[in-house]
Nanobody, 118 residues
Framework: QVQLVESGGGLVQAGGSLRLSCTASGGTFYTMGWFRRAPGKEREFVAAITWNGDSTYYTDSVEGRFTISRDNRKNTLYLQMNSLKPEDTAVYFC?????????????WGQGTQVTVSS
């Protein structure tokens, strides 16, 4: 049974940083990703990474501020978020495997709340 468990969310002031983690069990995934759902909005893609990190993908609004990485020995995916803005407030979801053509995934975590205050 596949499980994706996120952690690391919280409340932070604008300009601050947070690092999200997602630990996977029950499967090994070549490509993994992060999505988010802001209040009143649909879920949107944030970032994705391939197995060895040679390819990463970001949505334009986080490019240069967020960094996705992974530690395959620990089966863990990370999202380092810097220079956070109030518009980054959302529930962040880990997803795998990530389809780089359709920007969809099969398995999802339960989400972790990120709140950025102005």
């Amino acid at each position: 049974q596949v499980q994706l468990v996120e952690s690391g969310g919280g409340l932070v002031q604008a300009g601050g940083s947070l690092r999200l983690s997602c630990t996977a069990s029950g499967g090994t995934f070549y490509t993994m990703g992060w999505f988010r759902r802001a209040p009143g909005k649909e879920r949107e893609f944030v970032a994705a990474i391939t197995w060895n990190g040679d390819s990463t993908y970001y949505t334009d609004s986080v490019e240069g501020r967020f960094t996705i990485s992974r530690d395959n020995r620990k089966n863990t995916l990370y999202l380092q978020m810097n220079s956070l803005k109030p518009e980054d407030t959302a529930v962040y979801f880990c997803a795998a495997p990530f389809n780089v053509r359709t920007y969809t995934a099969t398995y999802w975590g339960q989400g972790t709340q990120v709140t950025v205050s102005s």
